[in-house]
């Protein structure tokens, strides 16, 4: 096994770094989205609220290969070429960011509604209120399900190899193609992808600790 990956560390080391940079890249945009769709799930206007759960139900009950192919094969079609990597990492990002809308949203409802108004009261706005007050009490709440998330994004990444992405899972399939050594080149690639979440599992743990104490 030493002796394969010396031999193809190029690759497995290329794979790795689009594998970490689709995921940083997906992780970011779909805490993005998903706070923005769980603001709207709550949010007093009904239209605002219909979108999301649409959204949500939708993007959360279909395979995240579908979604990932509508970008590589469909898009090109009627609009514009997308290269496997960005459109592996753009339906990687909807897809999970249904899932993060859904943990955050239950995190806002478990804060105490007198939060919000105390803060409305003293001269915030909705949106200042939402995000100075509830959001953060929000997240503290939800850290396990959220690095679950976190977590899950990493793992499914791998999505990428399926529309030729470059990604880690991607270069395994290419090696194993070519040593006819599956074996030990899945065994690597098992093991790179533990090297990238088992220090976020670790950090998740901590912060949970943390704000449990704080708590």
């Known amino acids: 096994m030493l002796q394969l990956f010396m031999d193809h560390s190029g690759e497995f080391l290329e794979g790795l770094k689009y594998t970490l940079l689709s ?6 945009f779909s805490l993005i989205i998903g706070i923005l769709i769980a603001i709207f799930q709550i949010s007093h206007s009904k239209p605002l609220r219909i979108v999301a759960k649409i959204y949500v139900e939708f993007f959360r009950n279909i395979p995240l290969l579908i979604i990932a192919m509508f970008f590589y094969v ?12 960005t459109a592996g990492t ?14 955050i949203r239950a995190g806002i409802l478990a804060v105490p ?10 001269g915030f706005s909705y949106v200042q209120a939402m995000w100075y007050i509830v959001l953060p009490q929000a997240i503290k709440i ?3 399900p959220l690095g679950n998330q976190f977590i899950n994004l990493i793992k499914n990444s791998s999505i990428l190899a399926v529309v030729t992405g470059l990604d880690l899972m991607y270069q395994g399939d290419l090696i194993a193609s070519a ?9 690597i690639v ?4 533990l090297i990238l979440t088992l220090p976020l599992s670790i950090i ?11 708590g």
């Open 90 to 103: 753009i339906g990687l990002t909807i897809y999970t960011s249904a899932f993060i809308a859904e943990t």
């Open 142 to 144: 939800v850290i396990p």
């Open 190 to 193: 098992a093991l790179l992808y």
């Open 23 to 28: 995921s940083v890249i997906a992780l970011i």
């Open 74 to 85: 469909v898009v090109p079609m009627f609009w514009f070429k997308l290269d496997g990597f």
């Open 113 to 122: 509604p007198g939060q919000l108004e105390a803060a409305r009261s003293s």
């Open 204 to 214: 998740m743990n901590r912060l949970e600790k943390k704000f449990a104490v704080n």
């Open 179 to 187: 040593t006819f050594n599956t074996f030990d080149t899945y065994m």
